[in-house]
T-cell receptor, first 117, second 111 residues
Framework: GAVVSQHPSWVICKSGTSVKIECRSL??????MFWYRQFPKQSLMLMAT?????????EQGVEKDKFLINHASLTLSTLTVTSAHPEDSSFYIC?????????????FGAGTRLSVL | DAKTTQPPSMDCAEGRAANLPCNHS???????VYWYRQIHSQGPQYIIH???NNETNEMASLIITEDRKSSTLILPHATLRDTAVYYC????????????FGSGTKLNVKP
């Protein structure tokens, strides 16, 4: 399957600072990428849909000014958690959509564990 | 919101077939059924997907009922490495294929 790389895999930051997470599709171009977050022992929650060259669309209840998404190229989407606070500590996962023969498959990165002190 | 219902956990003996059910009674005609699994602290891994026909690949088989209201993922010979949370997702192809994850099934493969 297609490979999605996510960086960093683990980050610790101080409260009030911003953190950027990168999501790259390594062997394919992705016009659409997705960002999820997952709290311990819970399922993945879709945060936003990232479309190359246009503004991201956010799910209800997700603050767009808090979670900045940039999809500047067909292989890179970034999520910036601005002014992070301890309640933002979570596992953030991205995915990239592959379209082939009219069917779509999402391939996921390995995730980024964010700890805000 | 997730449109699927799965049992929270299942056990399976190593070497035996694991049959994981999923109920998606409100599925619409343009929605596919996808199966992914997540091993602890990793990103989900794609397994298989289908629209209405049964599908098979090197990892698993997907059986979709004729009315499409439920499906079963079959791992033919489960190994200890198949221990994971398995998610069944229905997704509309025309809405960017957004995924809304449910709670999934924790499959415990035992020696």
């Amino acid at each position: 399957g297609a490979v999605v790389s996510q960086h960093p895999s683990w980050v610790i930051c101080k409260s009030g600072t911003s953190v950027k997470i990168e999501c790259r599709s390594l062997d394919f171009q992705a016009t659409t990428m997705f960002w999820y977050r997952q709290f311990p022992k819970q399922s993945l929650m879709l945060m936003a849909t990232s479309n190359e060259g246009s503004k991201a669309t956010y799910e209800q209840g997700v603050e767009k000014d808090k979670f900045l998404i940039n999809h500047a190229s067909l292989t890179l989407s970034t999520l910036t958690v601005t002014s992070a606070h301890p309640e933002d500590s979570s596992f953030y996962i991205c995915s990239a959509r592959v379209t082939s023969g009219g069917e779509n498959i999402q391939y996921f990165g390995a995730g980024t564990r964010l700890s805000v002190l | 919101d997730a449109k699927t219902t799965q049992p929270p956990s299942m056990d399976c003996a190593e070497g035996r077939a694991a049959n994981l059910p999923c109920n998606h009674s409100t599925i619409s005609g343009n929605e596919y059924v996808y199966w992914y699994r997540q091993i602890h602290s990793q990103g989900p891994q794609y397994i298989i997907h289908g629209l209405k026909n049964n599908e098979t690949n090197e990892m698993a088989s997907l059986i979709i009922t004729e009315d499409r209201k439920s499906s079963t993922l079959i791992l033919p010979h489960a190994t200890l490495r198949d221990t994971a949370v398995y998610y069944c997702i229905v997704s509309q192809i025309y809405n960017f294929n957004k995924f809304y994850f449910g709670s999934g099934t924790k499959l415990n493969v035992k020696p």
